[in-house]
T-cell receptor, first 119, second 111 residues
Framework: AQKVTQAQTEISVVEKEDVTLDCVYETRDTTYYLFWYKQPPSGELVFLIRRNSFDEQNEISGRYSWNFQKSTSSFNFTITASQVVDSAVYFCALSDLEVSSSNTGKLIFGQGTTLQVKP | DVKVTQSSRYLVKRTGEKVFLECVQDMDHENMFWYRQDPGLGLRLIYFSYDVKMKEKGDIPEGYSVSREKKERFSLILESASTNQTSMYLC??????????FGPGTRLTVL
């Protein structure tokens, strides 16, 4: 069965600190997508990144970076020089690329990590 | 930009009422999803649809039904609302197995 684990329930940092959010996944499929979403206090989930299981290159986007390691089934997310606006719940998710003939790409979400960045 | 809209941000209903939650997307996505989000339980999939008039049960379909008469619109129906259906309801859409785009959510309270 597919599963996503975000072991950190809550993290609290002071502004300008770096913080890493962990994500470990389980799947028997060889092809899949991994995602990160951000849910600010307003409630809307915002898509951050999609990673294909064939592509293990790390990705950087401004202060955000992602480390995908297939060998350890992990897809960790690092925020460099955190800011108060980064305070949110962050979700990691897994999608089966070939979930069915309808290819609906259902997402399996982790439980989320609440990040609080204090000024 | 993809836009997913939901009919209400906040809704208060009474036990036994029939409740309609509507979701509209403007990106011609085939797939649409309804989730509920509760503290400590994360996001749970209620129903999804991969085409007009097609629907599949998610993880927690009991007490809910859905309707997809047009590609852009996906409705969630609570036939007889109960207090345990008080929750945040999130709609999403996607193209194939790619990222899902979410609406702002509807916070439903059933009294």
């Amino acid at each position: 069965a597919q599963k996503v684990t975000q072991a950190q329930t809550e993290i609290s940092v002071v502004e300008k600190e770096d913080v890493t959010l962990d994500c470990v996944y389980e799947t028997r499929d060889t092809t899949y997508y991994l995602f990160w979403y951000k849910q600010p206090p307003s409630g809307e989930l915002v898509f951050l990144i999609r990673r294909n299981s064939f592509d293990e290159q790390n990705e950087i986007s401004g202060r955000y970076s992602w480390n995908f390691q297939k060998s350890t089934s992990s897809f960790n997310f690092t925020i460099t020089a955190s800011q108060v606006v980064d305070s949110a719940v962050y979700f990691c998710a897994l999608s089966d690329l070939e979930v069915s003939s309808s290819n609906t790409g259902k997402l399996i979400f982790g439980q989320g990590t609440t990040l609080q960045v204090k000024p | 930009d993809v836009k997913v809209t939901q009919s209400s941000r906040y809704l208060v209903k009474r036990t036994g009422e029939k409740v309609f939650l509507e979701c509209v997307q403007d990106m011609d996505h085939e797939n649409m999803f309804w989730y509920r989000q509760d503290p400590g339980l994360g996001l749970r999939l209620i129903y999804f649809s991969y085409d007009v008039k097609m629907k599949e049960k998610g993880d927690i379909p009991e007490g809910y039904s859905v309707s997809r008469e047009k590609k852009e619109r996906f409705s969630l129906i609570l036939e007889s609302a109960s207090t345990n259906q008080t929750s945040m309801y999130l709609c999403a859409s996607s193209f194939r197995g790619y990222e899902q785009f979410f609406g702002p959510g509807t916070r439903l309270t059933v009294l």
